[in-house]
């Protein structure tokens, strides 16, 4: 019984000397918490938005016609509706006057595009034109891609090649006739316009690069797994379906197989040596880029990842192009 009082006016005269001093101190702290936790859950001025769920977001609202569920979902929450693909936040525009409005007049502030796995393992972090961040590097890339391959001047240097595939074109056309074969149009032009676009970034046909022909199924590769889809981008936790399904490994063995060529094409520009002075106009489009990597005629560095990614997005534009 004598121990029990002892402790009282022990813990009475600790809390006197240590806790009273430190109250203010305490008091500071927790009014910076509590503010700190209103702030991380206070809500940014979105659009107005339908109801969502934990995990999959607001992918319940969507039956099996999916533009007409949108559509229900806009009369409800006006054209412009905040939509969650299970964790990818998307802005739904349902209106003919706001997309005029964000193409037009906004258009810097929507200019980016959403950044996938696929486009993060493909295209060198997103370095090429196409899903670059806008701003001094954009900008630069597109103004390479426009004098250097897109200009008059270019069109007419690349006439010879033109030419020539066209001729080559016609002569297989009428080879196949006199044999009495069948032809398939749609892939002769499509083969045509392909060894037109890479003999002018390249300077050979894809299947020129390699010896073997094997190269000429990469851009079909790539636009697969630029267009399938991710289990990581809509729900990070389920990055591993990726695995299961294939998509990773495929992925990853595109990646490889893009790199081995890229890297080829670009150690044999670099190795070839040309007389500038006597054939201006027999650079292709790597050569001319690897002219302003190494003589440093650009405002930033162009990398060799960079390069590459450009390379890739002409020749994935051509292959869009050709569908």
């Not at 959403?114 to 103004?143: H, I, M």
């Not at 990773?248 to 080829?264: H, V």
């Amino acid at each position: 019984m004598v121990i029990l009082p002892l402790f009282q006016q022990s813990w009475q005269e600790l809390y006197k000397i240590t806790f009273i001093p430190l109250l203010p101190l305490l008091f500071l702290f927790s009014f910076l918490y509590v503010f700190k936790c209103i702030r991380s859950t206070g809500k940014p001025n979105l659009p107005p938005s339908p109801p969502k769920l934990p995990i999959i977001g607001n992918l319940h609202h969507l039956g099996s016609l999916p533009h007409r569920s949108l559509q229900a979902l806009s009369n409800k929450y006006g054209p412009v509706m905040f939509f969650y693909f299970g964790h990818a936040p998307t802005l739904v525009v349902s209106s003919a006057d706001m997309a005029r409005e964000m193409t037009k007049t906004h258009d810097i502030l929507f200019s980016n595009r959403p950044k996938t796995t696929a486009t993060n393992s493909l295209l060198y972090g997103c370095t090429d034109l196409a899903f670059s961040s806008y701003g001094e590097y954009w900008r630069q890339v597109r103004k390479i891609c426009v004098l250097e391959l897109l200009s008059l001047k270019r069109v007419q240097s690349f006439q010879y090649t033109r030419e020539e595939e066209v001729s080559i074109l016609i002569n297989k056309v009428h080879d196949l006739c006199l044999k009495g074969v069948s032809i398939n149009l749609s892939e002769l032009l499509i083969e045509n316009s392909n060894n037109i676009v890479t003999r002018c970034v390249f300077g050979k046909k894809f299947g020129e690069v390699d010896g073997k022909g094997k190269s000429s199924e990469l851009p079909r590769k790539v636009m697969v797994l630029l267009a399938a889809f991710s289990w990581e981008d809509y729900f990070p936790f389920l990055g591993w379906i990726d695995i299961l399904m294939g998509f990773k490994p495929s992925l990853k063995s595109t990646c490889g197989e893009l790199d081995a060529f890229l890297d080829q094409v670009v150690e044999e520009h670099k190795t070839m040596k040309r007389d500038d002075d006597e054939h201006p106009n027999k650079k292709d489009f790597a050569d001319i880029l690897l002219q302003l990597q190494k003589n440093s005629m650009l405002d930033f560095e162009l990398s060799h990842d960079n390069l590459k990614a450009i390379l890739l997005e002409v020749i994935q534009l051509q292959q869009l192009w050709n569908g």
